[in-house]
């Protein structure tokens, strides 16, 4: 197997994390009662099923969204220009009204720790370090810097992530310790070949970058390697080399659009480039490769994969 050197993959993955952070800020602070409620009388016909509006009920309560009577004014002087300065205004306005309003209810599931990792990356973007000592204080005070309870799974080790990018800011060993120890008996669980830890492409955001972390800043290249066997488990599972996506998880082999298109989640769907000759062509960023199956995290035109 082809590996990447260690430096590649940590700017990489700083880039990569960049460019998503407006996708975290969506993804952890849509409204997801409002906007189900909006979408229910804007079209009836698409009204919500029973069990949807439980699952959002329940994100509700777990405050992993919200639906405020009044949300506040709408931003009326930002701009649809990708200037440097307006894209900074906008992304401080969002920051800030995150942090305002899930500061109180920040809590070891996946979704915040999105939220954390747009924190964070707002605080490097703005040059502003409220928005990471907000999650460093969390993290110190509220969470002993320790991960959910399902420790073998990648939503419960997203937390690491954010634990390591602390140290690696600012180290301190006691914001990896557990981490470390965490990571050193999942690397003794045996692989198992009708269950893959990664079994869902999400997973792919949630776990790989603490791993990588953890070789940066303990020198220990065991975990790099864990990470990249386990992303190509789960790039040979799930990849699509006809349509140049991945599935959600294998339960999307079979299902269909009713126009007989294959079914992929929208954020699953980053636009990839080529990887060509061992440079990043275009904007593409080169999140995992080898001969066997590249993988991008980025926004650019489609192209194809080396290796397929």
């Not at 701009?79 to 109180?104: G, K």
């Not at 991945?246 to 990887?275: H, L, P, V």
Request: contains cysteine; aromatic residues 12%.
């Amino acid at each position: 197997m082809k590996y990447w050197s260690l430096d590649f993959w940590s700017k990489v993955l700083g880039y990569a994390f960049i460019l998503l952070i407006s996708v975290t800020f969506l993804a952890t602070g849509r409204l997801a009662a409002q906007g189900a409620a909006h979408t229910e009388s804007a079209n009836p016909a698409l009204s919500l099923s029973p069990q949807e509006k439980a699952d959002i009920a329940a994100d509700v309560q777990r405050h992993n969204g919200d639906s405020p009577a009044n949300a506040g004014p709408q931003a009326n002087d930002l701009s649809p220009s990708l200037d440097p300065a307006d894209v900074m205004r906008a992304m401080r306005l969002v920051a800030n009204w995150q942090l305002d309003r899930s500061r109180q209810f920040f809590n070891l599931e996946w979704p915040h720790c999105a939220l954390y990792t747009g924190f964070i990356t707002a605080s490097d973007a703005l040059h502003d370090p409220k928005y990471r000592a907000a999650v460093y204080l969390a993290a110190r005070d509220k969470f002993k810097f320790t991960t959910g309870d399902r420790k073998l799974n990648a939503d419960d080790q997203c937390m690491a992530q954010i634990y390591l990018d602390l140290y690696l800011h600012r180290p301190e060993p006691m914001e990896i310790t557990a981490v470390k120890a965490q990571f050193d008996t999942v690397m003794q669980v045996p692989d198992n070949p009708t269950q893959i830890p990664w079994w869902w492409c999400d997973a792919l955001f949630m776990a790989p970058p603490a791993w990588v972390r953890l070789t940066k800043a303990t020198g220990d290249r065991r975990y790099l390697d864990y990470m990249d066997r386990e992303w190509h488990e789960t790039t040979e599972l799930l990849w699509d080399p006809q349509e140049h996506f991945y599935f959600r998880d294998a339960t999307y082999f079979q299902k269909r659009e009713k126009n007989g298109r294959k079914i992929f989640w929208s954020r699953e769907m980053c636009i990839r480039d080529r990887f060509q000759g061992g440079t990043l062509d275009n904007r593409a960023l080169v999140v995992s490769g080898s001969g066997r199956s590249p993988v991008f995290l980025s926004w650019c035109h489609l192209g194809e994969p080396r290796g397929r």
